[in-house]
């Protein structure tokens, strides 16, 4: 087969006797994170880096290997390609044939895909969303590490497959609930972009959903794996300390240094996905590192003398104005217009109204799973939600229905159960429609007593007094008042109670 020619001798394998400290001056030199380990000739497994940490450089090697994983046998087939590893042994009858680089074979597989889709007759998917294709070893290649591949076929296919008008991982994590059009055009945008390497940034406030959109970004595209997507938070990792974690470090680099040194994230994602989150937060001595990494990809530890290669793709993502950041010098112009190659903004929740439903009843049916409840809200306390302006988005809207499903101790969620700054919310508008004469009374009551000092007189107490009484005789009993101006009806008894209020005053 044509893949076979990719298979590279120069790529060193260990032995299972062999010490600890001299694999890792081969996985060094060969800047690899994990090597493939023989027993004469014969294979026996894998021995990956980030095993290797802290342990004592002398031991040898046989404790620590992967027997687990998987390899390409010299035959007319794949199997279950994982992509985690940076090479993939070729073994044929138990013998140990060379390795295959990753990134090669993620290219060989691509240039088929493309070379598919130039085609008359593509694949079709089956009920299952299975591919069904007549080369069985193609097949088995796009099936990595058994994700699922749908794709459209130009015939033969069924009306339920012709709907997918794209390709993308049938394992997606990420759940996105989203109704608004402004949501669909980022979709599709991210689908469109997600299978290249380009950086991407997510911009917008704070709750938005940005680490939603980046773990979306990461399993549409050929980097999905297990353990290839890793969040750092900029803000929230000490200065002094942020340098070492992306980067790692040398033995003895510092003070209290780990024997043996340290991975930092850039290496421990290689081949995959790093999302920087609050990227505004880096500070201009990291910037200039960060950049380097986007310009040359390639890093260097603290302590370290020697550059290693890196193959990742940077998500970064802020809530901050990095053009107002860039004009006050707190922020480098060239990371900006690194990092700004593909912006994405995200619109806050009350920008896209058509949300709020789709996510209140999400929310509802995952807390009542989580909590064994069977609660849901009233068309009234949804309505009233919809007026809130959710100034922490999509995270305030979760944390304000956990609370609702947890407090409340009926099944139906009313408006009255609703935090008393939710209750209050009213329409743009909305008070331009209340009776003049109720609107003008109310008016002269304020006049009367700025007019008229109070003499001591508690002037609260009055026109709360005047406003119970008013709501009282609009809904006629104790328990509709209460509901209606969101408050217990035992709190509106005492305080009927507290201003000696009785049913002439009401009549």
């Known amino acids: 087969m044509e893949w076979t020619k990719m298979i590279d001798q120069t790529i060193p394998a260990v032995h299972g006797t062999d010490?600890?400290?001299?694999?890792?001056?081969?996985?060094?030199?060969?800047?690899?994170?994990?090597?493939?380990?023989?027993?004469?000739?014969?294979?026996?497994?894998?021995?990956?880096?980030?095993?290797?940490?802290?342990?004592?450089?002398?031991?040898?090697?046989?404790?620590?290997?992967?027997?687990?994983?998987?390899?390409?046998?010299?035959?007319?087939?794949?199997?279950?390609?994982?992509?985690?590893?940076?090479?993939?042994?070729?073994?044929?009858?138990?013998?140990?044939?060379?390795?295959?680089?990753?990134?090669?074979?993620?290219?060989?597989?691509?240039?088929?895909?493309?070379?598919?889709?130039?085609?008359?007759?593509?694949?079709?998917?089956?009920?299952?969303?299975?591919?069904?294709?007549?080369?069985?070893?193609?097949?088995?290649?796009?099936?990595?590490?058994?994700?699922?591949?749908?794709?459209?076929?130009?015939?033969?296919?069924?009306?339920?497959?012709?709907?997918?008008?794209?390709?993308?991982?049938?394992?997606?994590?990420?759940?996105?609930?989203?109704?608004?059009?402004?949501?669909?055009?980022?979709?599709?945008?991210?689908?469109?972009?997600?299978?290249?390497?380009?950086?991407?940034?997510?911009?917008?406030?704070?709750?938005?959903?940005?680490?939603?959109?980046?773990?979306?970004?990461?399993?549409?595209?050929?980097?999905?794996?297990?353990?290839?997507?890793?969040?750092?938070?900029?803000?929230?990792?000490?200065?002094?300390?942020?340098?070492?974690?992306?980067?790692?470090?040398?033995?003895?680099?510092?003070?209290?240094?780990?024997?043996?040194?340290k991975i930092g994230v850039f290496e421990l994602v290689d081949n995959g996905t790093l999302f920087l989150d609050e990227i505004g937060e880096l500070p201009l001595d990291m910037q200039v590192k960060l950049l380097r990494v986007l310009q040359d990809q390639e890093i260097r530890r603290v302590g370290g003398t020697q550059t290693i290669k890196v193959n990742v793709r940077i998500i970064a993502a802020t809530n901050r104005n990095l053009e107002k950041m860039v004009e006050n010098g707190t922020f480098r112009a060239d990371l900006y217009y690194r990092l700004n190659i593909v912006p994405f903004r995200i619109p806050p929740l009350r920008e896209r109204k058509n949300d709020i439903i789709p996510l209140l009843r999400h929310f509802i049916a995952q807390f009542n799973e989580k909590y064994q409840y069977t609660k849901h809200l009233s068309k009234e306390a949804e309505n009233q939600l919809l007026l809130y302006h959710y100034p922490g988005n999509v995270r305030e809207l979760s944390n304000i229905v956990e609370r609702l499903v947890l407090t409340c101790r009926e099944d139906v969620i009313e408006r009255y159960h609703l935090p008393s700054h939710l209750s209050k919310c009213r329409k743009m508008g909305e008070i331009s429609k209340i009776p003049q004469d109720d609107l003008k009374g109310d008016l002269d009551i304020f006049k009367h007593y700025w007019e008229n000092p109070a003499d001591g007189v508690n002037m609260f107490n009055r026109l709360e007094k005047r406003a119970l009484i008013k709501a009282l005789r609009k809904y006629g009993s104790v328990r509709k008042t209460g509901k209606a101006i969101g408050v217990p009806h035992t709190l509106v008894l005492n305080k009927m109670k507290q201003f000696g209020i009785n049913a002439r005053e009401i009549l």
């Open 19 to 261: 010490p600890i400290w001299k694999v890792s001056e081969f996985m060094k030199a060969a800047q690899l994170n994990e090597l493939p380990v023989l027993s004469d000739q014969h294979f026996i497994g894998m021995i990956h880096a980030k095993d290797l940490l802290m342990i004592d450089s002398n031991q040898s090697i046989d404790k620590y290997i992967d027997k687990k994983c998987v390899i390409i046998d010299d035959s007319q087939e794949f199997y279950r390609l994982p992509l985690s590893p940076q090479v993939l042994p070729v073994v044929k009858d138990g013998i140990y044939c060379g390795s295959i680089r990753n990134e090669k074979l993620c290219q060989h597989i691509q240039n088929q895909l493309n070379q598919l889709l130039q085609d008359k007759d593509l694949f079709c998917v089956d009920g299952e969303d299975f591919i069904l294709h007549k080369n069985k070893t193609f097949e088995q290649e796009i099936m990595l590490s058994n994700n699922k591949v749908i794709g459209i076929g130009k015939a033969g296919l069924s009306n339920k497959s012709k709907s997918k008008q794209h390709f993308k991982n049938s394992k997606e994590k990420s759940k996105i609930i989203a109704c608004s059009q402004e949501m669909k055009e980022i979709f599709s945008l991210v689908k469109h972009v997600a299978s290249s390497s380009s950086t991407v940034l997510l911009l917008g406030e704070s709750g938005v959903g940005k680490e939603v959109i980046a773990k979306m970004l990461h399993e549409n595209s050929f980097r999905v794996k297990k353990d290839s997507f890793m969040k750092v938070n900029c803000g929230a990792i000490p200065q002094n300390l942020l340098e070492s974690e992306l980067f790692g470090y040398e033995q003895g680099a510092f003070t209290g240094a780990k024997t043996g040194g």
